[in-house]
Structure formats: structure tokens, C-alpha cells
């Protein structure tokens, strides 16, 4: 990838040099790069080249990021022994006043300070591990509860409506523009069948059950970051930050953090939610939301690991059958390959549903 990383650093920060920049991160979104400088007592920098097909406004998804790690970087600031440049992302502003630049292929770029001494894990291998990813969720919804102002863009329209997701699904199977419906019947037929159970957070949320509060949207554990003593930092990956469910954060951490194997694992028999993971992320999470959550967002808090999991095997059918358009992939199966795992893992959670409830009863 010829970018000049050089040039977009400079378009940034003029207080230290360029030493060289490497690739980060596994994300399937945006490129992501670690831009090194030469002096040693100067931060080093995070570059992102945004992916302006998923997020189709930049200017409104930055704006959603400044309102939010502002608000943050003030409410840790007064909290005692804060370290606000590591439990933060911090914008970096460019030249051009604004906190991304346009570069001359009409590519969108951004950079945050680089937070050194971070793990982030995208497998979760300890209890510890999980209560402090779930505490960090807890946290992060608590620190945007009071968010001033108007509400936060819609940086994707729709992002966690299962209703509207299944709607054009059904649409691209009629429509199969890649030619490939008939490869997925087996995985068609088990979203299809789980369709109308899938629908019943929305369903109270228009009831007024549920209230629509600030929320990540985007709580796969690798966006949480942990220090190299296991305690958690922060979460990053804020573009999809903006109004949702609880229910997406909770279930879209244990979908990824409770997992005993990778998202996209081909052996299925590898595949499973593991309980003691569930409990010790349920405790950290409900460590800090306890007193917040009303009665239905509790009541349905063991169902958000299952829809969210329905959610992204759908997702990634869906990108399958459209010809890979939406995810980085690796090799050509790999949206097939991921949908699998996903609907492995959903069954696993199936079977462990009563059990995951009764967590939850008892923890609430
Ligand atoms: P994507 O949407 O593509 O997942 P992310 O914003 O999550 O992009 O960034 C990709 C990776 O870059 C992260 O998984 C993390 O490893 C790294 N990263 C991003 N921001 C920071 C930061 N401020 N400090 C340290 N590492 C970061
Ligand atoms: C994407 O950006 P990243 O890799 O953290 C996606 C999530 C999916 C996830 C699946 C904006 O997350 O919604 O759950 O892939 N982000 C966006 O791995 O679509
Ligand atoms: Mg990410």
C-alpha cells in the first residue's frame, strides 16, 4: 500500500519527526498503521485511513468522536489518579484545523496518540481477563450517560436493527447478485428460522421497554484495551459510538470475549461459549451498570450474547452472498467460513441459555 505516511504525519503533528510507520491491529474496517517518531520523549501516533464505504459521512463520524473523547478526557480528569492519555483515545488535531485530512486520492485520514504498553486479545483466555473487559464496557457507558448536547450522529444508519438487516437479506436472496444463494442453504435456513425470536429487543424498545441510551456498538474485545499488568484501559474503535441498546455492548463482548476459539475458526468442533467467561464478564459488566439497568434490560441481558451472534453470522452471510463488499476477507470462503463459526457458536449458546440466565438472575 504506497501511502505517503510521511507526508499525512506531517499534515498532523510538527513537534517531532517521522521515523517510520508499521501496519497494527486486526480490524476489518479501516488500515491502521503505528507511526513512529524519532525522538524518544515524544508520543508516537496512530494513522487511520478511513473507510468512507462503511462510513459514508466522515465529517459527522468525527464529530461524534471529538463530542465523545472530550467529554471523557473531562470526566476522568476528576477522577484522582486518572491517567487520562491511556483510558482515552485522544484526537489529534490537523494543521488544517479539523481532525482529519483529505489526501490527494481522496482518501480520509485521522490520527490518534498511540497508547503504549497496550495488549488487546482476540481470544480470551482467563476469567480475570473477562470481568476486566466487562467492567471496561460497564465503565465506558457510564463515562457518556451524561453526554451534553444534541444526540450523537447515526454515523451507519441502522447499524444493530436486526429487523431492517433481515428485511434486505431476504431481498439479496431473491436478488443473489454474486451467484452464490445456492452454496449457503443450510446457513440461510438457520438465520431464517431464528428471524422473528431475534426481533425482541427492538420490539421493547418501540414499546418503550428499553431505553435507547448512548452505547459503543462495536464492543468485540480487541477494541478493548488492557495494560501489561491485565488491567484494563479503554475501549477504542469509537466511529460506531452513538444512540443503541445495552444489550448490543454486553452481547457483542461475550460474542467475541467468551468464544474459545476465533471468530472465523473453520474447526467447528473448537467452537464454544465458554460459561465460566460469561459469569466473569457478567460480573464485571454489571460492577459498574447494576444500578442503571432496569428490570427488562436485565431480564434480556443473557439473550443480547444470542442475538448478537445471530446478528453477525447474518452479517457475514449476507456479505457472502453479496460478493464480499462490506469485510476485509482473506481468502475468497472467508465470509462463509466466519458465518459457520458464528452459528456454531449461537447453537453452543443455545444450549447454555438457561444456564447463562440464571447468572444473570442471581448477579442482578
Ligand atoms: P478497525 O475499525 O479497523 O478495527 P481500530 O480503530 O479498532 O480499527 O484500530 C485497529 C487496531 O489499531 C486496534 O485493534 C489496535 O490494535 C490499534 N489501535 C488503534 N488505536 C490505538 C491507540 N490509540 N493506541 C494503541 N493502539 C491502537
Ligand atoms: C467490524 O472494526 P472492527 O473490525 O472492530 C465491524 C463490527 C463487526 C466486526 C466483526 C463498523 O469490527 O460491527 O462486529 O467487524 N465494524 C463495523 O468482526 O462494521
Ligand atoms: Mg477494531
Known sequence: MGYDLKAIFDSFVSDSSFAGANPCGSGHIHDTFLINTA??????????????????NIPELQENIERVTIHMH?????????????????????????????????NFWRMFIFI??????????????????????????????????????????????????????ISSLM????????????????????????????????????????THNDTKFNN?????????????????????????????AIRT????????????????MDLNLFRAYAEGYLSETRNTLNTIEKEYLAFAPLLMTYEQALRFLADYIEGDKYYRIHNKNHNIQRTRSQLRLLESMEEQYPRMQEIINKLT
Not at 525522538?39 to 459514508?56: G, M, S
Not at 476522568?76 to 486520492?105: F, M, Q, Y
Not at 473487559?133 to 444493530?160: V, Y
Not at 484495551?225 to 457483542?252: A, E, Q, R, W
Open 39 to 56: 525522538e524518544k520523549d515524544k508520543d508516537n501516533y496512530i494513522v487511520q485511513k478511513l473507510n468512507n464505504k462503511v462510513f459514508k
Open 74 to 106: 473531562q470526566k476522568l480528569l476528576l477522577i484522582p489518579g486518572s491517567d487520562v492519555k491511556r483510558e482515552c483515545l485522544t484526537v489529534v488535531p490537523a494543521k488544517n484545523h479539523k481532525s482529519w485530512i483529505v489526501d490527494e486520492e481522496g
Open 116 to 169: 503504549p504498553d497496550n495488549i488487546s486479545y482476540d481470544i480470551v483466555d482467563s476469567e480475570d481477563k473477562a470481568f476486566e473487559g466487562g467492567r471496561a464496557i460497564g465503565r465506558f457507558q457510564a463515562l457518556l450517560a451524561d453526554l451534553p448536547g444534541k444526540p450523537l450522529n447515526e454515523t451507519i444508519p441502522s447499524f444493530h436493527d436486526v429487523e431492517k438487516r433481515i428485511d434486505s437479506f
Open 175 to 214: 436478488n443473489d447478485p454474486a451467484g452464490r444463494v445456492k452454496e449457503t442453504i443450510s446457513e440461510t435456513d438457520s438465520i431464517l428460522k431464528r428471524a422473528e425470536e431475534m426481533k425482541i429487543i427492538q420490539k421493547l424498545g418501540r414499546e418503550g421497554k428499553v431505553p435507547v441510551r448512548i
Open 224 to 252: 478493548i484495551l488492557f495494560d501489561i499488568n491485565g488491567k484494563s484501559l479503554c475501549l477504542i474503535d469509537l466511529d460506531t459510538v452513538m444512540p443503541g441498546y445495552f444489550h448490543s455492548d454486553f452481547g457483542d
Open 257 to 272: 470475549g467468551a468464544n474459545s476459539a476465533a471468530e472465523d475458526e473453520t474447526d467447528l468442533s473448537k467452537v464454544k
